[in-house]
């Protein structure tokens, strides 16, 4: 099974790290994914969220404001200005979507862009109750 590395980070430390099947990026021209093998690029990041499929299969969202992502063949690097781990195993998942979408809406970007990462959130809300 082909997989890559993945790490998000912000100037407050390192939000994820691991091995990934795939990554859905919010660029500022539009969504795009990113498989292992994937050409070289750098990318500015809208506000979004950023879809992850790790190797073991699980998807985990991280709602970014905006940054920068470098992907290589092997490896795909976000830095952040800001992000939160919505989907995570650890902790209360209502406070990370609250987190989240409080961190969404503080972003300077776009109301349309804003308002497409708010709906994104407020739908893994729905389904997870």
Same mark, same amino acid.
């Given at each position: 099974?082909?997989?890559?590395?993945?790490?998000?980070?912000?100037?407050?430390? %390192?939000?994820?790290? +691991?091995?990934?099947?795939?990554? =859905?990026?919010? @660029? /500022? &021209?539009?969504?795009?994914?990113?498989?292992? !093998?994937?050409?070289?690029?750098?990318? %500015?990041?809208?506000? +979004?969220?950023?879809?992850?499929? =790790?190797?073991? @299969? /699980? &998807?985990?969202?991280?709602?970014?404001?905006? !940054?920068?992502?470098?992907?290589?063949?092997?490896?795909?690097?976000?830095?952040?200005?800001?992000?939160?781990?919505?989907?995570? &195993?650890?902790?209360?998942?209502?406070?990370?979507?609250?987190?989240?979408?409080?961190?969404?809406?503080?972003?300077?970007?776009?109301?349309?862009?804003?308002?497409?990462?708010?709906?994104?959130?407020?739908?893994?809300?729905?389904?997870?109750?």
């Amino acid at each position: 099974m082909n997989t890559m590395k993945l790490e998000i980070v912000t100037p407050n430390g %390192l939000i994820y790290e +691991g091995d990934v099947k795939m990554v =859905t990026l919010p @660029g /500022k &021209e539009g969504e795009f994914g990113v498989l292992p !093998g994937h050409a070289s690029l750098v990318s %500015l990041l809208d506000t +979004g969220v950023i879809t992850i499929e =790790t190797a073991d @299969g /699980k &998807e985990i969202m991280v709602a970014i404001n905006q !940054g920068y992502v470098k992907v290589d063949e092997n490896k795909v690097s976000c830095v952040v200005d800001g992000a939160v781990l919505i989907s995570d &195993e650890e902790g209360s998942l209502s406070e990370r979507l609250s987190e989240a979408k409080e961190l969404l809406q503080k972003a300077q970007t776009s109301d349309v862009a804003i308002a497409a990462a708010v709906s994104k959130v407020e739908s893994i809300k729905k389904k997870s109750y």
